[in-house]
């Protein structure tokens, strides 16, 4: 009864404490989905050079480039006895084998 008489003297303060808790929770939930976003990107990007270090323990990376596509690029080199190779290696950049599609072999 006390309830029903408090919603019924204070609608108005009452709708509009419950409008802004609503908005808060909503602009919470969005941060918590743009900061997830963030992760996720940072998660595959340490998930990127783990695997240029898997494929080539020897491997040095050279530079980070940003394509047109605004994905980030890792340029890499490997030397070998005979050739360095430089690779291109970017979450898109993955061929069938796992290895990067764009490789290009300097010959000694």
């Known amino acids: 009864m ?24 909503q602009e919470c939930e969005k941060k918590i989905s743009e900061m997830k976003a963030e ?15 898997y494929l080539f323990p020897d491997a040095k990376i050279v530079g980070v480039e940003i394509n047109k596509n605004k994905e980030e690029l890792m340029v890499v080199e490997r030397m070998d006895e005979s050739a ?12 069938i084998t796992h ?10």
């Open 2 to 25: 006390k309830w029903k008489l408090f919603k019924w003297l204070f609608k108005k303060e009452f709708a509009m404490y419950n409008n802004t808790i609503v908005r808060n929770m």
């Open 39 to 53: 992760i996720e990107i940072g998660k595959k990007q340490y998930d990127l050079v783990h695997r240029i270090f």
């Open 84 to 95: 360095l190779t430089i690779y291109l290696f970017g979450r898109s950049y993955q061929g």
């Open 99 to 108: 290895l990067p599609r764009i490789m290009a072999t300097i010959k000694k």
